[in-house]
């Protein structure tokens, strides 16, 4: 299934838009986009995930892997996670580490 | 300048043939560069003319040509014999172009501007190259896959009065998927895990090796709950706090040390050493008293067992604490669960809800409790309703994820009662536990 990224930084904060699913094919591209960010300086994300319509365990490990290569306290938000996806991300138990709005 | 590199058999690297061609080039203006294949795996040159002595076989060299395609090209290369004219004609006819001792200077710079102009117009070694490291790379994986195989238990202890059936089918050739069942504190208790190590291939292959090892190892070697370090100690009174109240201690102890050092230890492993990687695996692990039926559980962020019993109700196992491996500082507690006559539990990996169909539907978890509450209360023939469904549902679109499931049921009859695991032969000998001190019941 189509996936597509989209990411603007401004200031130390880069936002990433997500659309589609996220899963173990789409996953490495995501790592990549969050290790340019990390490159870049920031020290917050945030994720648009509105049009994110499923997240598999390789997307959930996206999120360890940016909250492991982000400098220590930085934040990570979700922002219009759908309730199939936080459910995924609640199981899990990272919900503890990042921020979902 | 122009720069030469000459790739040489490792056994021999400055063999008469080696030398008389490294004196040869340098006559003739090149910049001569000795190296053995080992070399390449750090060091990326880029030479004009690249020879490779034949004497590493056909494999090997175009394995080593396959390093020097950059953006669809490759330096001119040119095969030249080492002394075995037999292994050079092999090549030959294998599409490389070749240069033949005696390497005198002009000779050579001569052959190697035909091999130039040859070389233009001949991708015979590229795709050679590219389908060598096709069968390398199949070959690795067949071997992964074997490896991978022996981290699964070889047979699964036999228990009177109940039934085990595990599956496990990976969605490639290695899988982050596993299942466990064997026994701990001499024999009395049966342990079962089923885990999911995030995302898929060989990366989640490499941490299901691990983790498996870690959480096995450290179960088969913890005896009594005293013997654990104070932060499982910790958790157990947290854990036991809880609805079960302090009297359910000395019942639930004998497996819930090994339990909980098993899962709180492997998560401190990984949170040590592996962070940064992060990976992770979301588990049930649970331990059984077979005498008793009681199971106490810790469910690491895994998606919740079902129980079903002999009635037909179901109960889910939610998570008791994180996957393992994804804080440093994550706290587990434990659940518990009684199995009576005729009722089964059941485990599973992601793998069997997130299943889809060619319309792109889930499986989802309402369908597997559908298909659970209509299949009798044997193991193997809840695994193969389940694997039935799953199939059925998928029809013809691609198994996208591995697939594991563990099925415990007790039998309806209430004969056994006093009986301890019987094991196999294999898992008793794996199990060097001395007698401790005796059964707190």
């Known amino acids: 299934m189509s996936f597509t990224m989209k990411m603007n930084v401004e200031g130390d904060t880069a936002t990433i838009r997500l659309a589609g699913e996220l899963d173990g094919s789409s996953a490495p591209d995501l790592n990549d986009l969050v290790t340019q960010a990390v490159g870049r300086q920031v020290g917050r994300l945030v994720l648009l995930l509105d049009e994110l319509t499923y997240m598999s365990s390789a997307g959930v490990r996206c999120l360890v892997f940016a909250h492991q290569k982000l400098p220590r306290g930085s934040q990570i938000t979700l922002v219009g996670t759908k309730p199939e996806v936080a459910e995924t991300i609640r199981l899990t138990g990272f919900d503890r580490s990042i921020v979902m709005r | ?441």
């Not at chain 2, 450290?218 to 302090?246: C, K």
């Not at chain 2, 899962?263 to 005498?291: E, I, S, W």
């Not at chain 2, 559980?297 to 998606?303: D, F, L, V």
């Not at chain 2, 079902?306 to 804080?327: E, K, N, S, Y």
């Open chain 2, 1 to 441: 300048m122009p720069t030469a590199l000459v790739v040489t058999e490792p056994a021999d690297p400055t063999s008469p043939a080696v030398l008389e061609l490294d004196g040869a080039l340098r006559a003739e203006g090149f910049e001569v560069e000795l190296v053995v294949p080992d070399d390449l795996v750090l060091s990326h040159p880029h030479p004009d003319l690249l020879l490779i002595s034949a004497a590493l076989g056909l494999q090997r060299m175009a394995l080593v040509s396959q390093r020097f395609l950059v953006d669809g090209r490759m330096p001119t290369i040119v095969a030249f014999p080492d002394d075995d004219l037999g292994a050079l004609e092999e090549c030959v006819r294998a599409g490389f172009d070749y240069v033949t001792r005696p390497f005198l200077p002009g000779l050579l710079r001569s052959r190697a501007n035909s091999c130039w102009e040859r070389w233009q117009l001949s991708t015979a070694v590229e795709e050679m190259a590219a389908l060598a490291s096709l069968r390398e790379y199949e070959r690795e994986l067949r071997i992964a896959r074997d490896i991978q195989a022996g981290f699964l238990p070889e047979s699964l202890p036999r228990l009177d009065g109940w039934e085990i059936a595990a599956s496990f089918r990976p969605a490639r050739q290695v899988a982050g998927d596993f299942y466990d069942v064997f026994t701990i504190v001499n024999g009395r208790r049966l342990a079962l895990v089923v885990a999911d190590v995030c995302d898929k291939g060989v990366g989640a292959a490499l941490f299901m090796a691990l983790i498996r090892t870690l959480l096995r190892h450290t179960a088969e070697h913890t005896g009594y709950v005293q013997d654990v370090g104070d932060d499982a100690a910790a958790s157990l009174d947290r854990a036991l706090d809880g609805p079960m109240g302090e009297s359910a201690l000395p019942l639930l102890s004998l497996g819930a040390g090994p339990l909980i050092q098993a899962v709180v230890g492997t998560n401190r492993y990984m949170a040590r050493n592996h962070l940064k990687q992060a990976y992770f695996a979301t588990m049930f692990f649970g331990v059984l008293d077979p005498c008793s039926g009681d199971l106490v559980y810790i469910n690491g962020g895994h998606n919740p067992p079902i129980v079903v019993r002999a009635d037909g109700r179901q109960t889910l196992l939610p998570p008791t604490g994180p996957a393992v491996g994804i804080l440093a500082d994550s706290s587990y507690t434990l659940g518990h669960v009684q199995l009576g006559p005729g009722d089964a539990l059941f485990a599973y990996t992601d793998g069997v809800v997130e299943a889809r169909n060619a319309a792109h539907g889930l499986f989802g978890t309402p369908r597997l409790q559908e298909v659970l509450g209509a299949s009798g209360a044997h193991a193997e023939g809840l695994l193969a309703a389940v694997d039935g469904a799953v199939r059925t549902f998928v029809g013809a679109a691609e198994q996208s994820d591995d697939i594991t499931t563990l099925a415990l049921t007790r039998n309806p009859s209430r004969t056994q009662r006093r009986h301890s695991p019987r094991n196999t032969a294999r898992n008793s000998a794996r199990n060097p536990l001395p007698n401790q001190a005796p059964d707190p019941r």
